[in-house]
């Protein structure tokens, strides 16, 4: 069930092709932005929907419906040693987990 | 272990009768126990029940092969399914808001179709449980499901591929794409050679299931995916399972 | 292939070579990376590692349909949503029941303790419920 939106997105939206580095939060009980994401600079492949986070969702609380994206990796950058330079990865993160990139 | 029997269970109207099994295990026990409670306190009628298991037993990997099949011989087709996938699939008789109106429960609505070309091979997981677009693929495989898969295909994408028997050429990218939120992803691969002027319902016989998750190519003659079966104890008894078979 | 006991046996001479077991019992302090292990959401498995192993299909039981039924229609009918669903089946249960019960196990374990919780029924009634099915497939 989608809520309304009570408080928007911190920071404008981000627009296909800007790099974004996935937060890495403090997290506990529940969170669907992988470990393995945290602290590494993608690129916006998507934007996708708005909806409620699943830190909130997960305990029906009604709380921020946020813009999720597909961010793109490259899988040297998530792995250490990753041996094929072409490969990547894509993952769908809300707005929260993502923050501009520096470089 | 006490042996069980056929008697004593009158009031099944709304679940099925006891099983003519040696053994009742601890979870068929508890779901019992729990969908009648949920019938009892109203939280959920059998008639809803059924009609949800009815939808369950319907789907299948049989819709996605027709959409793939379909996009490779229709180019305008191929446009809508790789831009708006919903209606993609309606087209080819999937309704992603079925059984409940606004979809199920865990499949959402936000579909999408992944394009392989000749430079790029998609491949599909759910790190965190086992997502999967289920309206128009049916049920995941168990493999799918394991930690073991999770784990290891976002990081040795190629050695999980090889595993499948496909190795790809380190010029070709793998995109994998981890389907951790509410979309819903399904691989279209590239034609292959040797399908020129095949109807649609031959092209349809090669993409199996295996072929729309990424983790084998289609080719002619091959028709199904092929792996080591565990049995159930007690199955479903129904068509719903032919894609395991 | 290697035939079925092979696999069993092979299975068996891992499962016994020694390790050493440091029992936990309340430390009085965990270390920062400690900590964050213990707050890691289970499901998140992405990249640990893992051996190859036989990748299979598995039949489907009856009792694991009714339950992604059960689940779903509770979804459908508004006690829960497929969200807290995961969080509850995937993360709450803890690493030794999400590791070491079968997948649709956590679902109805899932259900029946998000029943509870919610106060849909009483922990009392879900166990005399769950006997009183038991003992319809005794031998009397």
Known sequence: MKKSNTSPEKGTLFKVGDKVCVRDMPYMFYTRSQLYTRGVVGTIAALTYKDLIPEEEAFNFDGRVEQYYIVRFRQKDLWPGYPFDNDTLQTECPHRWLEPATN | MSHTHTHGNKDDSHHKAAPMVEEVTDYEVLEIAVRELAIEHGLFTAEDHR??????????????????????????????????????????????????????????????????????????????????????????????????????????????????????????????????????????????????????????????????????????????????????????????????? | MPSQDLREQLELIRSIQPAVHVPQNWNYENTGPMYKAYMHPPHDVGGQFDVPIYYEEKEEEEWELNTYVTCEVLGWRGAWTAEERRRRADNDLGYTLYLGMPYYARWIWAAAKMLVDKKHISLAELQEKIAEVKSRYEKK
Request: net charge neutral; proline share 9%; charged share 25%.
């Open chain 2, 51 to 245: 009609r949800f298991t009815e939808w369950a037993e319907s789907i299948g990997p049989a819709a996605g092969s027709r959409l793939v099949a379909k996009a490779w011989t229709d180019p305008a087709y191929k446009t809508l399914a790789l831009t708006d996938g919903l209606k993609a699939c309606k087209e080819i008789g999937v309704d992603w808001a079925e059984p409940t109106g606004v979809g199920t429960p865990s499949d959402y609505m936000e579909f999408h179709v992944l394009e392989d070309t000749p430079t790029l091979h998609h491949v599909i997981v759910c790190t965190l449980c086992s997502c999967y677009p289920r309206p128009l693929l049916g049920m995941s495989p168990e493999w799918y499901r394991t930690t073991n898969y999770r784990r290891r295909l976002v990081r040795w994408p190629r050695q999980v591929l090889a595993e499948f028997g496909l190795i790809l050429p380190p010029e070709v990218e793998v995109r994998i794409e981890d389907s951790n939120q509410k979309c819903r992803f399904m691989v279209m691969p590239v034609r292959p050679a040797g399908t020129e002027n095949w109807t649609e319902e031959q092209l349809a016989e090669i993409v199996t299931r295996d072929c729309m998750i990424g983790v084998a190519l289609p080719k002619p003659g091959r028709t199904a995916d092929v792996h080591p079966i565990q049995k159930a104890r007690r199955p479903v008894k129904s068509s719903h399972q032919e894609a395991a078979q």
